[in-house]
């Protein structure tokens, strides 16, 4: 199985930070990652795929970067919107794994 | 606009099965170009993929649940399926079905579309 290793678990940040977190894959999955935003009570949403395309409709101050092993997701300027937790996700093969979960908090 | 919709039981028994039924709309669940599935979240934890399958009943399973759970799909109504047997207090958690993977602009991604959620309650 492939494990993904997300950090930090946590992050406390200010409105107009920019903040990166990332995610380590246990093996090279190409750029067969996304990335998700999920908000209390509802379903993640996709903000990325394939490592670094922005989804449509996504603000652009998001990015998403990184191949093989090592990927990253960027926002460039943290707005009070972003503040929620941020999960990527690992489909190169089966098991298809999360990595923990980051939980953005307002500093 | 393709949207995904869960439902079943709210509550299950300890040792019962867990049954949800995710009602696909807007699209087509025979499309080659996805794969469907299920995912969890236990209260205040993260995200733990169950399984997926294609619309030919190809599924693959979480190793950590796939002597419990079965998948199945009827491309008729567009719907697909989760069964969890002898579930316990560890198998509470909302219930997310999905799309796990797509073919989007040339390739596999991680999919796009996810139901709202429901939570499963396992308790006597």
């Known amino acids: 199985d492939i494990q993904m290793t997300q950090s930090p678990s946590s992050l406390s940040a200010s409105v107009g930070d920019r903040v990166t977190i990332t995610c380590r894959s246990s093996?090279?999955?190409?750029?067969?990652l996304g990335w998700y935003q999920q908000k209390p009570g509802n379903a993640p949403k996709r903000l990325i795929y394939?490592?670094?395309s922005l989804q449509s409709g996504v603000p652009s101050r998001f990015s998403g970067g990184g191949s093989g092993t090592e990927f990253t997701l960027t926002i460039s300027s943290l707005q009070p919107e972003d503040f929620a937790t941020y999960y990527c996700l690992q489909h190169n093969s089966y098991p298809l794994t999360f990595g923990q979960g980051t939980r953005l908090e307002i500093k | 606009q393709l949207q995904l919709q869960e439902s079943g039981p709210g509550l299950v028994k300890p040792s019962g099965t867990l049954s949800l039924t995710c009602t696909v709309s807007g699209g087509s669940i025979s499309s080659s170009t996805y794969y469907w599935g299920w995912i969890r979240q236990p209260p205040g934890k993260g995200l733990e993929w169950i399984g997926s399958?294609?619309?030919?009943?190809?599924?693959y399973y979480n190793p950590s649940l796939k002597s419990r759970v079965t998948m199945s799909v009827d491309t008729s109504k567009n719907q697909f399926f989760l069964k969890l047997s002898s579930v316990t207090a560890a198998d509470t958690a909302v219930y997310y079905c999905a799309m796990t993977r797509e073919w989007y602009s040339g390739a596999w991604c991680a999919g796009r579309h996810w139901g709202q959620g429901t939570l499963v309650t396992v308790s006597s």
């Open positions: 394939a490592a670094s």
């Open positions: 093996q090279g999955i190409r750029n067969d």
């Open positions: 399958i294609f619309y030919s009943g190809s599924a």
